[in-house]
């Protein structure tokens, strides 16, 4: 199984972007999907997950700004981000919960985003 990472680039603060995340291969279904972020010097943390069943749960830091969706036909996995903040600025990883040959969890390669004040 592999996640495809995209979306990720340079963006005034202010602005929009949206991240996508792809898994593919040997799937037979995805439990949550989530993405993560880290910025140099600090730790990777979560920024929204999404269920199965579309339930979500974001950081405090994002609440109201970002979204997380997802498309089971596709197993794919977005997150809509808009009125961007310097410190939105991190590597973005996707994550998901795996049932394919075994239950596994995946991480994209990650997707850089950079704001700038």
């Known amino acids: 199984v592999q996640l495809q990472a995209s979306g990720g680039g340079l963006v005034q603060a202010g602005g929009s972007l949206r991240l996508s995340c792809a898994a593919s291969?040997?799937?037979?279904?995805?439990?949550?999907m989530g993405w993560y972020r880290q910025a140099p010097g600090n730790q990777r943390e979560l920024v929204a997950a999404?269920?199965?069943?579309?339930?979500?749960n974001y950081a405090d830091s994002v609440k109201g700004r970002f979204t997380i969706s997802r498309d089971n036909a596709k197993n794919t996995v977005y997150l809509q981000m808009n009125s961007l903040k310097p410190e939105d600025t991190a590597v973005y990883y996707c994550?998901?919960?795996?049932?394919?040959?075994?239950?596994?969890?995946?991480w994209g390669q990650g997707t850089l985003v950079t704001v700038s004040s």
């Open positions: 999404i269920t199965s069943s579309g339930s979500t």
């Open positions: 291969g040997s799937i037979f279904s995805i439990n949550a």
């Open positions: 994550n998901a919960a795996v049932w394919g040959l075994k239950y596994q969890d995946y």
